[in-house]
Nanobody
Framework: QVQLVESGGGLVQAGGSLRLSCAASGRTFSGYIMGWFRQAPGKEREFVAAITWTGTNTYYADSVKGRFAISRDNAKNTAGLQMNGLKLEDTAIYYC?????????????????WGQGTQVTVSS
């Protein structure tokens, strides 16, 4: 069992930055790939970014590529999502998730554990 807790969400103006954090407890953190997803009202949960076990490989949705950066610190059992150049369309609840396999890393169903989410609101 892995417990995930997100933090760092909030209200920010368009063009601004936020950093989300995900604290993990339970089973060995380094044994899981970590992903960030988001869900806007009335929309399906969508992939944002993922990072492999040691951080060697990262993956991003086209909509955030070049603006967001995913990271992890296995010594501290944390994952992060640095979000720069925020746009109105980035407004959503952001979730971190953990998966044993990186296969289908972009698919929410591939993830075994989820946090409760943190709200990110971008205003004009």
């Amino acid at each position: 069992q892995v417990q995930l807790v997100e933090s760092g969400g909030g209200l920010v103006q368009a063009g601004g930055s936020l950093r989300l954090s995900c604290a993990a407890s339970g089973r060995t953190f380094s044994g899981y790939i970590m992903g960030w997803f988001r869900q806007a009202p009335g929309k399906e949960r969508e992939f944002v970014a993922a990072i492999t076990w040691t951080g060697t490989n990262t993956y991003y949705a086209d909509s955030v590529k070049g603006r967001f950066a995913i990271s992890r610190d296995n010594a501290k059992n944390t994952a992060g999502l640095q979000m720069n150049g925020l746009k109105l369309e980035d407004t959503a609840i952001y979730y971190c998730a953990a998966a044993r396999s990186y296969r289908n890393y972009y698919n929410p169903t591939a993830y075994d554990y989820w946090g409760q989410g943190t709200q990110v609101t971008v205003s004009s």
